[in-house]
């Protein structure tokens, strides 16, 4: 059974005037997820910042958000590390915090060759006893790609790693997964202006930055979907790509604090070395979530 159908929100944290994590507003973030039919929170990925957490930070914002989802939604914990014992560690504890599953992204600098990401997904995965997303996303990882047939023989090997958030921008590699995967693979769209391609070819759903200043909406593109009104669903998603174009137009999660910010929700600021967004591309931000009327 798939950890969650549908649109999950890649959460932000949001951080205080001196950089300290916000748990007043993180609260309010996700009850403004779950009353707007967020289908899952993913925690601590990468537009949650989690690469400049602590790890007593890390830990703790996974087991503040499983307390105060309560239950209402899936909780998938981001811990993954290019190294391999870190995972582990981060991976045992967000178990220990009560996370529904775990997302693990290809470990970055190393470079590791196929069977260095099989060994390290699998030991992970043997070290906890909770479901696992791979998280496949070359342009953030020196350009490693966890290939079609890894993906399968992890999945195959590994009872618990159930799936993987692609983010490759490669479709042609997307396909021949799904057609290597007969069915064993829970994939997910890790880019927003791709989800109902993604659907098309049997993708359980969307690991969404949109859904951060939109639940409902990209909610509403799956569940369409599902529902089999796929016409409303591609008006949906194309209704979506002038936004979903201004929150990438720097490198997340840049856009979409501002974005957050923009709507009073928040955010507050960004961890070094990410700085504020340039008044240009903030400017067109603002235009494209007026256009979209969330403004």
């Given at each position: 059974m798939?950890?969650?159908?549908?649109?999950?929100?890649?959460?932000?944290?949001?951080?205080?005037?001196?950089?300290?994590v916000?748990?007043?507003?993180?609260?309010?973030?996700?009850?403004?997820?779950?009353?707007?039919?967020?289908?899952?929170?993913?925690?601590?990925?990468?537009?949650?910042?989690a690469?400049?957490?602590?790890?007593?930070?890390h830990i703790?914002?996974?087991?503040?958000?499983v307390?105060?989802v309560?239950?209402?939604?899936?909780?998938?914990?981001?811990t993954?590390?290019?190294?391999?014992?870190t995972?582990?560690?981060?991976s045992?504890?967000a178990?220990k915090?009560?996370a529904?599953?775990?997302?693990?992204?290809?470990?970055?600098?190393?470079?590791?060759?196929?069977?260095?990401l099989?060994?390290h997904?699998k030991?992970?995965?043997?070290?906890?006893d909770?479901?696992?997303?791979?998280?496949?996303?070359?342009g953030?990882?020196g350009?490693?790609?966890?290939?079609?047939?890894?993906?399968?023989?992890?999945?195959?090997?590994?009872?618990?790693?159930?799936?993987?958030?692609?983010?490759?921008?490669n479709?042609i590699?997307y396909?021949k997964?799904?057609a290597?995967?007969?069915?064993?693979?829970?994939v997910?769209?890790?880019n927003?202006?791709?989800?109902?391609?993604?659907?098309?070819?049997?993708?359980?759903?969307?690991?969404?930055?949109?859904?951060?200043?939109?639940?409902?909406?990209?909610?509403?593109?799956?569940?369409?979907?599902f529902?089999?009104?796929?016409?409303?669903?591609?008006?949906?998603?194309?209704?979506?790509?002038?936004?979903?174009?201004?929150?990438f137009?720097?490198?997340?999660?840049i856009p979409?604090?501002?974005?957050?910010?923009?709507?009073g929700?928040e955010?507050?600021?960004?961890?070094?070395?990410?700085?504020?967004?340039?008044?240009?591309?903030?400017a067109?931000?603002?235009?494209?979530m007026k256009?979209?009327?969330?403004?």
């Amino acid at each position: 059974m798939s950890i969650f159908k549908g649109a999950g929100v890649a959460i932000v944290t949001p951080m205080k005037p001196d950089g300290a994590v916000n748990y007043e507003v993180f609260a309010k973030l996700i009850e403004f997820q779950i009353s707007n039919n967020t289908d899952a929170i993913i925690v601590c990925g990468t537009t949650g910042e989690a690469s400049t957490l602590t790890h007593e930070e890390h830990i703790e914002c996974i087991r503040f958000c499983v307390q105060q989802v309560a239950k209402r939604v899936p909780v998938i914990a981001g811990t993954g590390s290019n190294c391999t014992e870190t995972a582990i560690y981060l991976s045992k504890e967000a178990q220990k915090a009560g996370a529904d599953g775990l997302l693990l992204v290809t470990p970055y600098y190393n470079k590791a060759t196929q069977k260095g990401l099989k060994e390290h997904f699998k030991m992970i995965a043997q070290a906890v006893d909770i479901p696992i997303i791979l998280y496949n996303i070359p342009g953030r990882t020196g350009g490693v790609n966890i290939l079609p047939e890894t993906i399968v023989s992890l999945c195959e090997e590994e009872a618990n790693i159930v799936g993987v958030k692609d983010a490759t921008d490669n479709f042609i590699q997307y396909a021949k997964l799904m057609a290597l995967a007969k069915g064993k693979v829970d994939v997910y769209s890790g880019n927003d202006n791709q989800i109902v391609p993604f659907l098309s070819l049997g993708a359980k759903g969307v690991i969404s930055v949109l859904s951060n200043i939109a639940p409902q909406q990209t909610h509403d593109i799956c569940a369409k979907y599902f529902e089999g009104n796929v016409e409303e669903s591609a008006r949906l998603q194309l209704e979506a790509i002038e936004l979903i174009s201004a929150l990438f137009s720097e490198v997340n999660p840049i856009p979409v604090k501002k974005a957050l910010n923009l709507m009073g929700l928040e955010a507050g600021t960004l961890r070094r070395p990410l700085t504020e967004m340039e008044d240009t591309t903030a400017a067109k931000l603002e235009q494209a979530m007026k256009n979209y009327g969330i403004l």
